[in-house]
């Protein structure tokens, strides 16, 4: 029987979505929930500034308001997301007497129905005693505006140090840039939201809009001042990151529950999430140098992070970026400085890639402009710099072991299917001719961690029907889980994938995990789903050797019919349903890795630049991503669809924007720009499959390929572009107004 795994299989969770619909939090019909309160924020409408006073009376008095709470209402600690930040820098889940930021939520109101709050909290009167404004992390980094003066620094995390005098001696030539890679909206399909319910024996059920249920657990109970939690994730409409862990307005919908003693719902609106979920935001300085003959000798990038107002995971991301900083390239000597600092800004999450695509915006961006300074083509740059294949771990100057890599490889594959050379003699063709439409072709390559190591649970359970289900720690908003688990363990048991069923996001269902998040799902989860599996048919089969008074090392299970027999001897057997029998048969097992993997690829962006508006349109994307092993190739496909999409998206329209106030200008989709399918080709996608030995299935990430490679790419295409015009960098996004800019600026 051919294996089902590396099949285009198509998901066994769409037809429900499809017609039925996913279950998010705020479509919760549970019986636990009727009669609930719903609570709305009041939120800050200046970036740093004392609260002088809170007037509440007569919000307090208008239709359906039951109760309000401030700071004080709550006795909930401010909490420090990790240990090793600032320990000043504790975030309270309601403002604590200073607002740092724009929506950080001050009041939050009870209502009998949800449209009360609203308009209630129009009622709340704030006086607020204006503080100086920091938004520039570079500013902020001066510490001469500080949001913690008790702290007396704005920086979160990090050390600054000297650089290396000698760092390129011996180089022929060296180049030095300020590169932004700007704050973005997450904007995910599904808005945060929290429902939680109170138990009269002091258990609390809480419903999240999370990437998984156990992440969430720590910060809660904390918070809280208990451990005995229910927490139960349904479907997810999307996180890319920034949905990891607890919020600090779920922590407060929690404690109003208890304080209340009743059922308490909250969702936000698009707006507010736009304003309080942000990623990216980091000012890299980097410098390389090197021969002449295109051999790169050193390399320094200085990341200055923008943790927002109080550290979360953004604050640490910098340190990612420090991890993957030389990239694929062999280079002698690199030197990485990196810390964050606050400012008067939302704090930052994780966003798809949460570093990474950071490291390979620098040395990508970085390689393009020495390559113009040495006069070489970038691809033949690349070339003689690129790590040579290798099959054993490969430890690069800043102390990252790669799993395994053929990093040439994907470059050739990337080019042959792009027709480079026949692009740059189109290229050619058309500065010649003086066109008003300019061909540019940007490469970039690249390679990232996934998983980071860790483990992850799995349990499966055979009915008494012959049916299975799947438990796993990790938890699915969008990337397919139910279908690739179910391939995994129909591969090793024949029981038909649609018969086989995924429970997830619930502590009661399933007791320990790892959530969604690095792009480890598949790897770790998927591996743990493949060991429980081989567990599961040992089990099996020691119970169908006895129910066939066999030997088990006897008996055989036929996969094509689902049925163990002894060897030889087809007749006699025992399919699941009769192994299980009325008892059941499951088994649980942890997978754990020793460490990371390393996914890699190379992407070529294509774009015609009007030379004379800066209008860009991105016209060919070819790509080649290296996640190992594909389990199936159909839910491959989509995981690097949506990321190249969103690496598009940052390098030619997306970008939050504050003005020096701290004041959001793009506050709403119908402000911050946000890609669609018209501004985007089809995706030409050329397979590659290095598997990894870290896990059984041989398999990296692939979730976060896309926005990695693919933001480079489009930027420096967009610079070739009118490279020839004298244009040597034009900073993300490259909007109409920046490309026309660079264009008029190079021509005086």
């Known amino acids: 029987m051919p294996s089902i795994l590396g099949t285009r299989v198509k998901r066994v969770e769409d037809p429900r979505f499809l017609t039925v619909g996913g279950t998010y939090v705020d479509d919760l019909r549970d019986p636990r929930l009727d009669g609930a309160l719903w609570l709305t924020f009041v939120r800050s409408s200046v970036a740093h500034a004392r609260l002088a006073s809170i007037d509440t009376s007569s919000a307090a008095a208008a239709p359906g308001v039951?109760?309000?709470?401030?700071?004080?209402?709550?006795?909930?600690?401010?909490?420090?997301?990790?240990?090793?930040?600032?320990?000043?820098?504790?975030?309270?889940?309601?403002?604590?007497?200073?607002?740092?930021?724009?929506?950080?939520?001050?009041?939050?109101?009870?209502?009998?129905?949800?449209?009360?709050?609203?308009?209630?909290?129009?009622?709340?009167?704030?006086?607020?005693?204006?503080?100086?404004?920091?938004?520039?992390?570079?500013?902020?980094?001066?510490?001469?505006?500080?949001l913690f003066p008790e702290a007396g620094t704005n920086t979160a995390y990090g050390r600054v140090r000297e650089p290396d005098p000698t760092l390129f001696e011996g180089c022929d030539a060296v180049v030095h840039m300020t590169l932004y890679n700007r704050r973005l909206a997450v904007a995910p399909l599904e808005v945060k939201?929290?429902?939680?319910?109170?138990?009269e024996d002091g258990r609390m059920v809480v419903w999240l809009s999370s990437q998984g249920a156990h992440t969430a657990v720590a910060s809660l109970q904390a918070a809280l001042g208990t451990e005995d939690l229910h927490i139960i994730t349904p479907d997810v409409g999307g996180g890319f990151g920034a949905?990891?862990?607890?919020?600090?307005?779920?922590?407060?919908?929690?404690?109003?529950a208890q304080l209340q003693g009743r059922a308490i719902r909250w969702a936000e609106t698009r707006t507010e999430n736009v304003l309080t979920m942000q990623g990216r935001g980091q000012v890299q300085t980097v410098t390389m140098g090197g021969t002449r003959d295109g051999r790169i000798l050193a390399y320094r990038v200085d990341i200055l992070g923008d943790a927002g107002a109080y550290p979360m995971i953004g604050a640490f991301l910098p340190?990612?970026?420090?991890?993957?900083?030389?990239?694929?390239y062999d280079m002698p000597k690199v030197e990485v400085i990196a810390r964050s600092v606050v400012t008067n800004t939302a704090p930052q999450m994780a966003y798809r890639g949460a570093g990474r695509p950071e490291a390979t915006a620098a040395v990508e961006r970085t390689i393009e402009?020495?390559?113009?300074?040495?006069?070489?083509?970038?691809?033949?740059?690349?070339?003689?710099?690129?790590?040579?294949?290798?099959?054993?771990?490969?430890?690069?100057?800043?102390?990252?072991?790669?799993?395994?890599g053929d990093y040439p490889a994907a470059l050739e594959l990337v080019l042959e299917a792009a027709g480079y050379d026949a692009l740059r003699k189109e290229q050619a063709s058309r500065r010649a001719a003086g066109d008003r439409l300019q061909l540019g072709i940007g490469i970039a390559t690249y390679v990232e961690i996934t998983a980071f190591g860790g483990s992850e649970y799995a349990r499966i359970e055979v009915k008494d029907d012959g049916s299975a289900v799947v438990y796993t720690g990790t938890s699915p908003h969008g990337q397919g889980h139910h279908t690739s688990f179910a391939m995994i363990a129909s591969e090793r048991t024949g029981i038909p994938i649609e018969r086989i069923n995924l429970v997830w996001g619930d502590t009661d269902l399933v007791p320990t995990g790892g959530g969604t998040g690095g792009s480890r799902s598949l790897q770790l989860g998927g591996s743990a789903v493949?060991?429980?599996?081989?567990?599961?048919?040992?089990?099996?089969?020691?119970r169908a050797a006895q129910q066939l008074e066999a030997n088990p090392e006897d008996l055989v299970l036929d996969t094509e019919a689902g049925r163990f027999h002894v060897a030889g001897s087809p007749t006699a057997g025992r399919t699941w349903a009769e192994v299980a029998g009325n008892d059941g048969l499951a088994v649980a097992s942890d997978f754990t890795q020793p460490s990371g993997t390393f996914p890699f690829g190379a992407h070529v962006a294509v774009v015609e630049v009007d030379t004379e508006t800066g209008q860009v349109?991105?016209?060919?994307f070819i790509a080649v991503d290296d996640a190992g092993t594909m389990i199936n190739p159909l839910i491959v496909e989509g995981q690097r669809h949506g990321g190249i999409a969103q690496g598009a998206a940052q390098a030619l329209c997306e970008e939050f924007i504050y003005d020096a106030d701290g004041n959001p200008l793009t506050s709403n989709l119908a402000d911050f720009t946000f890609i669609s399918t018209c501004e985007l080709p089809s995706f030409e996608l050329v397979p590659m499959e290095t598997p990894t030995p870290m896990n059984p299935l041989g398999a990296k990430g692939i979730g976060e390929a896309g926005t990695i490679g693919a933001t480079p790419a489009v930027q420096n295409a967009v610079v070739d572009a009118v490279a020839h015009l004298g244009v040597r960098h034009i900073d993300i996004p490259c909007t109409p107004e920046r490309v026309w800019t660079a264009i008029q600026e190079a021509s005086k």
């Open 66 to 146: 039951v109760a309000i709470y401030t700071f004080a209402d709550l006795s909930v600690e401010p909490q420090l997301s990790m240990p090793a930040f600032n320990e000043a820098m504790k975030r309270p889940a309601l403002a604590d007497g200073v607002v740092r930021f724009v929506g950080e939520p001050i009041v939050a109101i009870l209502t009998e129905q949800r449209s009360q709050g609203e308009d209630a909290a129009e009622f709340v009167v704030v006086d607020y005693d204006p503080l100086p404004v920091v938004v520039d992390p570079v500013e902020a980094a001066a510490d001469e505006v500080l």
């Open 193 to 199: 939201g929290c429902a939680a319910v109170p138990a």
């Open 243 to 256: 949905k990891n862990g607890a919020s600090a307005e779920d922590i407060v919908v929690c404690r109003v």
């Open 319 to 328: 340190m990612a970026t420090r991890m993957m900083a030389p990239g694929v």
């Open 369 to 404: 402009r020495f390559a113009a300074e040495i006069g070489m083509d970038a691809a033949e740059v690349r070339r003689r710099n690129l790590v040579p294949k290798f099959v054993e771990p490969h430890k690069t100057p800043v102390g990252t072991t790669y799993d395994i």
């Open 530 to 542: 493949l060991q429980t599996t081989d567990l599961l048919v040992e089990e099996a089969r020691q």
């Open 617 to 620: 349109e991105l016209t060919r």
